[in-house]
């Protein structure tokens, strides 16, 4: 408004040139003098008050579902980000602590403010209840899932990385390959742990003359299993696959401390990739990259691409990246 | 953004659900007076219609008459990426969510151009954010980008300048108080394996090593500060020192960050010795994943970044007292200090006999 009379045009005048609308002919002289105006008046477009008017915010809610952001619900976070940013959107960020009365709260919050749809995270994949407001906008699911998936998912491919694994082990030329798994009880466990065995079988070996001790996605568990396993077994496995790096990184402790050198004697794969982890330690490992930050792309581009995101599951694929921990054996 | 638009319930169809006149229903659920008194059986009624139907107030609709949208642009480099820095966004969104504020977050990557940042800041204004945070992954000096409001906070950072309020960890406080827990266990000859790039954080972290040798009578001896990158394997160079003749070798080892004492567990075990029966090892930062991890878990510095999440909000909202019980600042920095965890890596120094006797 104070635009529009200082310039001496209407209104309707100026939100032509500030939008630049097709099909309107407003003069040159016109046009400056309204660009003029809006720079002596330092006038900045209230892009709250055009959301309304246009029915959108261009703000994207992020709800993670945990008790806290970790560095996987970081990664997610930055891959929603960057494929927000890209298409001119804004990502209004919350976290639940892991309950689903905050959960119902801040959804409510967020859609207070219009935001135009969401992508509900979690950590450690997991059956997850979803609020009921969250119907109200389109909404993808980021490592989390809804019994029967009426809510489109973006999940790990679990059973193929736990596969890829154990193929890039068998590939170097290893047929006695152990499994220290991460905790049982756990969706993820147990996919690798059958993509794994799959791999075993289409090798033609048989998974039962394969070594699997159950642990716990902690260092020690890995380094303690380690113990086991050299007590337990005259001839060590020539190669052995970790639940997760941190048990991957116990591990190669124990392997060090009993003399067993990585990856001349026994090659070691862990899982997850984790940031200034996998890469630093010595030997650099063998692991699968968990790609949060692609998942959380693809949940952004989904709901930004138009049209519904993709029913069901999606599942994204979790390259093995090779490393120095591993070799072909020995023997 | 080409998005299906959902059809938000508006008060019109509360109106209509409850059967009374929209004024009626704004004056009930916007908190407005007008001069008008609804009597409590109507207020219950458009309540009620308002819940059955899911409406929800606008605020952004409200937003233009208060210009108040109850969001905090939260502006950082890589804190939302990286893992240790990523707990301070987690308090602030917590402790805005307290206040029934949202935070925005643009996450610009690691040394933005200005002109990317100004933009940003551009787009979280038109977007009516008043409050900004500006949130670092480490504690480092920044050129505070063109318009942010003078009452920006600096999270982890300090602002050139000195006219933004700041809020980093003690740093100094920290080294002091973890290398005074190596002296305290008996230990005389400590070494620093510190940061060669000497960011902020390094030079505070050897003032407080200073300080705490100073205090108890101790030299420097600048044959055991040691410059190394801030990795793990930067921690190998430990074995330098291991190897020199046992009345110099350092008894204790302070590290300039949890990683590199990491490599320094590797050395150390490479060369036999056990941690903490032949060698202390503490380090700086706590980092998620790895200081509890070691074997044996690392005595360590806690980086506050959960305190300095939760205050850089409430400095944002101006809440009354939120810098009671905290240090007087230094002008307009704040420098809260971190917590010492012990762990398992600290033990006394072996007696001078077996000290003496010959390295495994």
Not at chain 1, 75 to 103: F, Y
Not at chain 2, 340 to 345: A, G, H, P, T
Request: net charge negative.
């Amino acid at each position: 408004m104070d635009v529009a009379r200082l310039a001496g045009v209407s209104p309707a005048t100026v939100s032509f040139v500030l939008n630049q609308t097709a099909g309107q002919t407003i003069s040159e002289e016109t046009r400056l003098r309204v660009l003029q105006a809006v720079a002596e008046l330092d006038y900045r477009p209230n892009r709250a008050a055009q959301g309304l008017s246009q029915g959108r915010s261009a703000t994207i809610g992020f709800v993670s579902h945990d008790v806290d952001f970790g560095e996987f619900a970081a990664a997610a976070i930055k891959g929603a980000h960057e494929a927000c940013l890209r298409q001119g959107n804004l990502l209004l960020l919350v976290n639940t602590g892991g309950s689903n009365a905050q959960a119902s709260r801040l959804i409510s919050e967020l859609l207070d403010r219009q935001a135009d749809a969401l992508i509900f995270a979690a950590v450690g994949t997991r059956a997850v209840v979803l609020p009921d407001a969250a119907d109200r906008v389109p909404t993808v699911l980021v490592n989390c899932f809804v019994a029967h998936d009426p809510v489109p998912a973006i999940l790990p491919d679990e059973v193929r990385g736990g596969r890829e694994a154990a193929q890039a082990l068998l590939d170097l030329g290893h047929r006695d390959i152990a499994y220290l798994t991460g905790k049982p009880s756990q969706w993820a466990t147990k996919a690798r742990l059958r993509g794994y065995r799959d791999a075993l079988r289409a090798a033609g070996l048989d998974p039962a003359n394969h070594t699997v001790l159950p642990g716990n996605y902690h260092a020690d568990s890995g380094h303690d299993l380690v113990r086991a396993l050299l007590r337990q077994r005259r001839r060590p496995p020539t190669a052995i696959m970790c639940g997760n790096d941190r048990m991957a990184v116990g591990a190669l402790l124990a392997l060090l401390e009993a003399g067993v050198r990585v990856p001349e004697d026994v090659s070691v794969m862990g899982y997850d990739d984790q940031f200034q982890l996998a890469a630093e330690v010595r030997p650099a490992l063998s692991t699968v990259r968990l790609p949060y930050d692609v998942m959380g792309r693809l949940a952004a581009e989904q709901l930004t691409a138009g049209g519904a995101p993709t029913p069901g599951r999606t599942l994204v694929h979790c390259p093995v990246v090779m490393r120095d921990s591993t070799a072909a054996p020995s023997r | 953004m080409e998005l299906a638009t959902v059809r938000r319930p508006t008060l019109k169809d509360v109106a209509q659900a409850a059967g009374v006149s929209i004024t009626t229903v704004s004056v009930v659920l916007n908190d407005r007076h007008e001069g008008v008194r609804v009597p409590d059986t109507t207020r219950r009624r458009v309540q009620q219609a308002a819940e059955e139907i899911g409406y929800r107030p606008n605020i952004l609709a409200r937003s233009l008459r208060t210009q108040e949208t109850r969001t905090i642009g939260f502006i950082s480099d890589e804190v939302t990426t990286t893992p240790y820095a990523v707990s301070m966004l987690a308090a602030a969104q917590d402790e805005a969510a307290d206040n029934g504020y949202l935070l925005f977050v643009v996450n610009l990557g690691p040394n933005a151009p200005l002109a990317l940042q100004e933009q940003a800041i551009e787009q979280l204004v038109q977007q009516q954010v008043a409050q900004f945070i500006y949130g670092c992954m480490y504690h480092r000096v920044i050129e505070p980008p063109a318009g942010l409001p003078a009452d920006a906070v600096f999270l982890n950072c300090e602002a050139g300048g000195g006219r933004h309020r700041s809020i980093v960890p003690d740093e100094r406080l920290g080294a002091y108080e973890v290398v005074t827990e190596l002296i305290n266990a008996g230990h005389r000859r400590i070494a620093f394996l510190d940061d060669h790039q000497h960011p902020p954080a390094s030079r505070l972290r050897f003032d407080g090593f200073m300080a705490a040798l100073t205090e108890h009578g101790l030299d420097y001896d600048p044959a055991l500060h040691l410059e190394t990158t801030p990795f793990v394997r930067g921690g190998l160079v430990l074995s330098d020192l291991i190897s020199l003749p046992a009345d110099q070798r350092p008894t204790a080892v302070f590290c300039y960050n949890d990683r590199i004492a990491m490599g320094a567990y590797r050395a150390a075990r490479v060369a036999g010795l056990q941690v903490p029966d032949d060698l202390s090892i503490v380090g700086f930062d706590d980092q998620e994943f790895i200081a509890s991890e070691l074997d044996p878990p690392l005595t360590t510095v806690r980086l506050p970044h959960r305190e300095m999440g939760r205050l850089a909000v409430q400095l944002a909202l101006d809440e009354p007292g939120a810098l009671d019980g905290l240090p007087t600042p230094e002008g307009n920095v704040i420098r809260i200090a971190g917590e010492l965890v012990r762990r398992d890596s600290v033990a006394e120094p072996r007696d001078q006999a077996v000290e003496n006797s010959p390295s495994s």
